[in-house]
């Protein structure tokens, strides 16, 4: 085995060790509809527009799979009432069914079909004030159930009237599984482009935001990029873009922008420095500076982004209990508020308007590309602090890959 494999396989046992990290029971049927209901929960319903194929198993609704064709779903999410959760956080089921007392719990989950879905998204988008619709996509390693349930939490927290569209791509919700889920990425752009013009071309649409993590970010970059040279601009209705910790390269971060155009929509990126997830990322990456953790008080990013009118918040200074202070955005409820109270007043972020003395938002990282199983369970494992129950494998892929490796590595 060359040096540099050894390295990352040492690499990845600091890793492993540092987060301490434990399997979980497997559950089935997170997402089937219970039929009981508790005083003082929220619900929470959702458009679903996903690439996943659907599941052979009907108690899964959609894989990790890439599906033909866009499909379409309808969800209802309960949430438990204030007094028996704490904000920013999504409570998993110990057992299904869940209980809606403790539980995050879906009370209604149906697979519809296109003509469904747009009546679905008519009825709704007349019912929320100002007309303002939250598109949100999510990062790397993500089962669909995760991004249900996530997608809810967030919605929820931030306080705010939206009409909430899931766009779900096929992640195989693995953290071997980089290089497949980068690819499902790049699939999905095509479907996004197309959801985002069906969503903007509606006349009762007032206004769209899109919320975007990690890996999500790249797909979100490349439908907007392909919507602004087919149509010479991005949707109008397109006002908001937030990129939370951006797992793409900052060349081509730039160049996205660039084929925007100045009719481009208002972006806000969101970094981090102090990110220890991202310093073993940036080091499995050669030394390359990923999207989230660049400086931007540093040339030449300062004058890039001064120029281009990105807004960008540095959120090095933030603390949180996490040690790699990698899981703010999932824990912190002001984060989310305050993301809901802007999205809501229809204004982009900025500095001025909120310091960084302020709870403002992280978001996790999905991992760098890297080379190699080793180099991928050593990006993937901090992501596994964010949701333990979510990343339940993570034990199991380090015995395997360390089975693996074990006659190639020398004592």
Same mark, same amino acid.
């Given at each position: 085995?060359?040096?540099?494999?050894?390295?990352?396989?040492?690499?990845?046992?600091?890793?492993?060790?540092?987060?301490?990290?434990?399997?979980? $029971?497997?559950?089935?049927?997170?997402?089937?509809?219970?039929?009981?209901?508790?005083?003082?929960?929220?619900?929470? %319903?959702?458009?679903?527009?996903?690439?996943?194929?659907?599941?052979? @198993?009907?108690?899964?609704?959609?894989?990790?799979?890439?599906?033909?064709?866009?499909?379409?779903?309808?969800?209802?999410?309960?949430?438990?009432?204030?007094?028996?959760?704490? =904000?920013?956080?999504?409570?998993?089921?110990?057992?299904?069914?869940?209980?809606?007392?403790? &539980?995050?719990?879906?009370?209604?989950? &149906?697979?519809?079909?296109?003509?469904?879905?747009?009546?679905?998204?008519?009825?709704?988008?007349? =019912?929320?004030?100002?007309?303002?619709?939250?598109?949100?996509?999510?990062?790397?390693?993500?089962?669909? &159930?995760?991004?249900?349930?996530?997608?809810?939490?967030?919605?929820?927290?931030?306080?705010?009237?939206?009409?909430?569209?899931?766009?779900?791509?096929?992640?195989?919700?693995?953290?071997?599984?980089?290089?497949?889920?980068?690819?499902?990425?790049?699939?999905?752009?095509?479907?996004?482009?197309?959801?985002?013009?069906?969503?903007?071309? @509606?006349?009762?649409?007032?206004?769209?935001?899109?919320?975007?993590?990690?890996?999500?970010?790249?797909?979100?970059?490349?439908?907007?990029?392909?919507?602004?040279?087919? %149509?010479?601009?991005?949707?109008?209705?397109?006002?908001?873009?937030?990129? $939370?910790?951006? &797992?793409?390269?900052?060349?081509?971060?730039?160049?996205?922008?660039? @084929?925007?155009?100045?009719?481009?929509?208002?972006?806000?990126?969101?970094?981090?420095?102090?990110?220890?997830?991202?310093?073993?990322?940036?080091? *499995?990456?050669?030394?390359?500076?990923?999207?989230?953790?660049?400086?931007?008080?540093?040339?030449?990013?300062?004058?890039?982004?001064?120029?281009?009118?990105?807004?960008?918040?540095?959120?090095?200074? *933030?603390?949180?209990?996490?040690? *790699?202070?990698?899981?703010?955005?999932?824990?912190?409820?002001?984060?989310?508020?305050?993301?809901?109270?802007?999205?809501?007043?229809? =204004?982009?972020?900025? %500095?001025?308007?909120?310091?960084?003395? %302020?709870?403002?938002?992280?978001?996790?990282?999905?991992?760098?590309?890297?080379?190699?199983?080793? $180099?991928?369970?050593?990006?993937?494992?901090?992501?596994?602090?964010?949701?333990?129950?979510?990343?339940?494998?993570? =034990?199991?892929?380090?015995?395997?890959?360390?089975?693996?490796?074990?006659?190639?590595?020398?004592?």
């Amino acid at each position: 085995m060359a040096l540099q494999d050894h390295r990352r396989v040492r690499l990845l046992i600091v890793v492993a060790l540092l987060l301490g990290l434990n399997a979980c $029971a497997s559950l089935r049927g997170t997402l089937v509809p219970v039929a009981e209901s508790v005083p003082g929960t929220t619900k929470v %319903d959702m458009l679903v527009a996903t690439t996943r194929m659907p599941s052979s @198993d009907p108690e899964e609704f959609f894989s990790g799979n890439r599906g033909p064709a866009l499909s379409f779903a309808e969800f209802t999410v309960s949430i438990p009432p204030e007094a028996n959760r704490k =904000q920013g956080e999504v409570q998993w089921p110990r057992s299904v069914p869940g209980n809606p007392a403790t &539980d995050f719990v879906t009370l209604k989950a &149906d697979i519809i079909d296109r003509t469904q879905a747009a009546a679905w998204f008519r009825r709704t988008v007349r =019912q929320v004030p100002q007309r303002r619709v939250l598109v949100f996509i999510h990062g790397f390693n993500n089962r669909f &159930d995760d991004a249900i349930f996530r997608f809810a939490q967030i919605v929820h927290d931030a306080g705010t009237p939206v009409v909430p569209v899931l766009f779900t791509w096929p992640s195989r919700g693995s953290v071997l599984a980089y290089g497949y889920d980068r690819e499902s990425n790049t699939y999905s752009r095509n479907a996004l482009e197309t959801t985002l013009r069906t969503l903007a071309s @509606d006349p009762s649409v007032g206004e769209i935001s899109i919320l975007a993590h990690s890996m999500g970010n790249w797909v979100t970059l490349e439908a907007l990029r392909q919507m602004a040279i087919r %149509d010479r601009r991005v949707a109008p209705k397109i006002r908001n873009v937030l990129l $939370a910790a951006p &797992d793409v390269d900052v060349d081509l971060f730039r160049e996205a922008i660039m @084929d925007m155009g100045k009719g481009r929509p208002g972006f806000t990126l969101f970094v981090s420095q102090d990110d220890r997830a991202l310093a073993v990322s940036r080091r *499995l990456w050669g030394d390359a500076v990923r999207l989230g953790a660049i400086d931007p008080e540093q040339e030449p990013y300062r004058s890039e982004m001064e120029q281009a009118g990105i807004t960008v918040l540095n959120l090095s200074k *933030l603390r949180s209990g996490d040690p *790699l202070n990698h899981s703010k955005y999932a824990e912190s409820p002001e984060v989310v508020r305050i993301i809901g109270r802007e999205l809501a007043e229809g =204004q982009t972020l900025t %500095d001025s308007r909120v310091g960084v003395g %302020d709870r403002i938002i992280q978001v996790t990282t999905g991992a760098a590309a890297a080379i190699g199983t080793a $180099a991928g369970l050593a990006v993937s494992a901090p992501v596994a602090v964010i949701d333990p129950r979510t990343r339940q494998n993570f =034990q199991g892929h380090v015995e395997n890959f360390g089975q693996a490796v074990s006659g190639a590595v020398s004592p």
